[in-house]
Every structure is written in structure tokens, then in C-alpha cells.
């Protein structure tokens, strides 16, 4: 069975802080990670994936097949990065299994 | 382009009753996708359907189907509603089947079941 854990609900960091989303998964084979994020009263978007290795909105995430990770980090945290964050993975041609989400609170 | 859609936006029905959801995808999109959103069980997949065909299902009980038309909108269908299927329903589209990095979703339905 595949699984996403991201263990923090919420986090709140200040503005300019370095800013860190874990997320942990369980799969036997090679998954495909992503990263969806939903701003507030807008609609669920891909953030980014990790085959692709890019920075989006200065975010990137590195997949750690060892430690089974794949955290989503942000050197300087800006107050438009607020959102609901979701880790998800999809193994083989199986739908997307999702992490319940942790909302980032970025203060001023 | 118009986004993904999803008629209604709420719905309230009563328990032992049942309901469909409609989802409308982005126009050339030919897979469409549902999922049910709850506080306690957060996002979960549904099923995937492409070219009228369910491809892929979730783990959810056979009360819970859908359908794919000829021109790629999608309806869900529940059956004898229980409370604990009041959720967020979401259905999101992408282009081909298992593009989940090209996925757009909807706004969502929201259904209460009393």
C-alpha cells in the first residue's frame, strides 16, 4: 500500500525565514512525487513534481529515495507563500495518494 | 480556456438517498479524474476515467460510481447516502490519461448529508 505522511498540520514562520515542509512516503517501487498547493479561496494546483527538478516560486523539493522524502523547502518564506500544502505520490498507473496537508502561515 | 467545472457547487441531501455531481473538463481533456475531500480522511481518489472507461479506482465502496460521456464530462453517482460521505468532491481533468502533472482541478462539490 502507498502512503503520504506530512507530519505537520501547521507551521508558522516569519517572513524572510527559511521555510521546510516534510513529507515522508511508503512505496515499494519508483513513485512519482508532486507537490499541489491551495491558495485560500482558490482551487487545488500542482506546485511541482519531482521529476521535473525545478524551482517554482522559489520552492524546490529534492526526493530522498533513502530516507523516503521528499520535502519542499524555501530559503526566504514571502507572506504570498500562506497556502495549504499537499504532498502527494502516484505510484504506477494508480491514481494520486495524497497527505493530509499542512497550512503554512507566513507572519509579517 | 474555461476551467474545469462542477455543477452543483452544494448540495444537501438526506441520509439513504442518492446524488450525482457533474464535472465539465477543459475543452480537448479526455481524462477526468474525482476525488473525495474530508477533515478526517483528507484528499482520496475516487476513480479516473479516459475515452468513457474507468481506468483506475480507488478504495471506496461499490455505492460509489461514475460515468464518462462522448464528449469527456463526467458524472459521480452515490448511492444510499451514509453521513460520512459529507465531503468535498473534487474532479480534476488533464489532457491524456495518467497526466496528473497536466491535471487542472474544479472548485468542487460540496455535499452535506443529514
Known amino acids: 500500500a502507498q502512503r503520504v505522511t506530512q507530519p505537520e498540520k501547521l507551521l508558522s514562520v516569519f517572513k524572510g525565514a527559511p521555510v521546510e515542509l516534510k513529507c515522508n512516503y511508503s512505496?515499494?517501487?519508483?513513485?512519482?512525487l508532486f507537490w499541489y498547493v491551495q491558495y485560500s479561496r482558490q482551487r487545488l494546483q500542482l506546485l511541482l513534481r519531482?521529476?521535473s527538478r525545478e524551482s517554482i516560486k522559489g520552492f524546490t523539493a529534492d526526493l530522498n529515495k533513502g530516507e523516503t522524502s521528499f520535502h519542499l523547502k524555501k530559503p526566504f518564506a514571502q507572506e504570498e507563500d500562506s497556502a495549504m500544502y499537499y504532498c502527494?505520490?502516484?505510484?504506477?498507473?494508480?491514481?494520486?495518494?495524497f497527505g493530509k496537508g499542512t497550512h503554512l502561515i507566513i507572519q509579517p | 480556456k474555461a476551467g474545469v467545472t462542477q455543477t452543483p457547487r452544494y448540495l444537501i441531501k438526506t441520509r439513504g438517498q442518492q446524488v450525482t455531481l457533474s464535472c465539465s473538463p477543459i475543452?480537448?481533456?479526455?481524462?477526468v479524474s474525482w476525488y473525495q475531500q474530508t477533515p478526517g480522511q483528507g484528499l482520496q481518489f475516487l476513480f479516473e476515467?479516459?475515452?468513457?472507461?474507468?481506468?483506475n479506482k480507488g478504495n471506496f465502496p461499490g455505492r460509489f460510481s461514475g460515468r464518462q460521456f462522448s464528449n469527456s464530462r463526467s458524472e459521480m453517482n452515490v448511492s444510499t447516502l451514509e453521513l460520512g460521505d459529507s465531503a468535498l468532491y473534487l474532479c480534476?481533468?488533464?489532457?491524456?490519461?495518467?497526466?496528473?502533472?497536466?491535471?487542472?482541478f474544479g472548485p468542487g462539490t460540496r455535499l452535506t448529508v443529514t
Open positions: 519531482h521529476i
Open positions: 502527494a505520490l502516484r505510484g504506477g498507473a494508480d491514481g494520486l495518494t
Open positions: 476515467y479516459f475515452s468513457e472507461t474507468q481506468r
Open positions: 480534476a481533468s488533464s489532457p491524456l490519461r495518467g497526466r496528473v502533472y497536466e491535471q487542472y
Open positions: 475543452s480537448g481533456h479526455r481524462s
Open positions: 512505496y515499494s517501487g519508483s513513485p512519482e
